[in-house]
């Protein structure tokens, strides 16, 4: 799927696969620090290959994944974002997204996180928990546009767990 970010880029968004781990992994050395310990959670300087593979070998149903590229170099990604639904909570997936840093307040986090409540609902999920660090504004804002209501889990150390009702989608 082609879109255009507020700044006029072109991205393709696409559903991951296997082939994108060598992509992943320089995607990830170009983000800053910063970017990497809000979406990690802690430092990550690199991804390990079984990491590689957990996030490039997803089934489509369970664990979707997608990743947006430029859509004038489609081998340089732009942002990811996936959902892996909990076993032991029937309806809710644990999301996550990330966006490069250049990429970064121009609307392709809310594209991605639309397009991963769409996907979820298709696969009967109910729900996104979310965990991130307590300064991560943009994160509980992306939340924010998947429902009109969300619930605060656990809060400790300087990480909270959002979760939002996908029925009540905006």
Do not use: C
Not at 14 to 30: F, H, N, Q, S, T
Not at 82 to 87: A, C, D, E, G, S
Not at 97 to 120: S, T, Y
């Amino acid at each position: 799927m082609l879109t255009r970010l507020t700044d006029g880029t072109r991205v393709v968004i696409r559903r991951i696969r296997p082939v994108d781990k060598e992509m992943l992994a320089k995607g990830l050395a170009l983000l800053s620090e910063e970017t990497r310990r809000r979406r990690f959670l802690s430092a990550k300087p690199r991804l390990t290959a079984g990491e590689l593979r957990y996030l490039t070998e997803v089934d489509g149903d369970r664990h979707f994944a997608l990743v947006a590229v430029l859509a004038d170099n489609l081998d340089h990604v732009v942002g990811v974002g996936r959902f892996v639904q909990l076993l032991d909570h029937p309806g809710t997936a644990e999301a996550a997204i990330v966006v490069g840093d250049p990429w970064q307040r121009l609307g392709l986090g809310k594209r991605l996180a639309l397009l991963l409540a769409d996907a979820a609902r298709e696969r009967g999920v109910k729900r996104f928990s979310a965990t991130m660090l307590s300064d991560n504004p943009a994160a509980l804002a992306l939340m924010r546009t998947l429902s009109h209501r969300l619930e605060n889990g656990p809060h400790a150390a300087g990480v909270r767990e959002v979760v939002a009702d996908l029925d009540l989608a905006a």
